[in-house]
């Protein structure tokens, strides 16, 4: 069983949900049309890598991508909640990394087929600790930054979500049964780009925490 970390307890994770193209500068930079609906695909809790970790992309990539994201970490099941209910589910916040091999991405997309061998594999979800919802001030507005070996990458604010949080988790729970330990992905902004083997990553989100990785 995989768990996080919340306030010092360990949480017993279920399923990664993640949303895809919510930052319009990201879609833009990918050369992607904007949805009129949450894009939304799943890692399983596998896939989560802590802070400290080593990435291991898989051996039919070759261009991994970084993308730094805000996770948002499910405290109580729900379902079919609009997005005035949302907060109230809600336990914490915490950093995480969604780790995509891109050139297998486009391939399945080219054949119209599902995404996830290229976002779902072992290490693809390094994510921090989890810091209980009081503690950050406002979601929709933390500075986002990433660095890899030093070199800013992505620098943006979750104030540029085309949709809030609350509004993904109650689009979401239209479709899924969401659960306690469950962790919803909110998307990444511009900036998204290749790692190679031996890159040092550090990923931070203000009120939120810090992650690291090295890629093996």
Request: proline share 6%.
């Amino acid at each position: 069983m995989h768990t996080v970390k919340l306030n010092g307890h360990d949480i017993p994770v279920g399923k990664i949900v993640c949303i895809g193209r919510n930052y319009a500068e990201h879609i833009k930079e990918l050369g992607n049309k904007p949805p009129d609906k949450p894009v939304i695909f799943m890692k399983p809790a596998n896939a989560i890598l802590a802070s400290g970790g080593t990435v291991v992309i898989p051996p039919y990539s070759s261009d991994c991508h970084h993308e730094i994201e805000l996770a948002v970490l499910i405290g109580k099941k729900t379902k079919d909640i609009s997005a005035a209910q949302a907060d109230a589910h809600v336990a914490g916040y915490a950093v995480a990394l969604d780790l995509t091999l891109r050139d297998v991405q486009n391939t399945q997309k080219e054949k119209g087929l599902p995404w996830e061998i290229a976002k779902a594999f072992d290490t693809s979800c390094p994510l921090s600790a989890f810091v209980i919802k009081d503690q950050v001030t406002d979601p929709q507005n933390l500075q986002l930054k990433l660095t890899v070996n030093g070199a800013v990458r992505q620098n943006g604010n979750t104030g540029d979500m085309m949709l809030p949080i609350a509004e993904l988790i109650a689009a979401v729970s239209t479709y899924f049964t969401l659960e306690e330990g469950d962790i919803l992905l909110t998307g990444t902004p511009s900036g998204v780009g290749r790692i190679c083997s031996g890159d040092h990553l550090e990923a931070s989100i203000e009120q939120v925490g810090t992650l690291s990785v090295t890629v093996a």
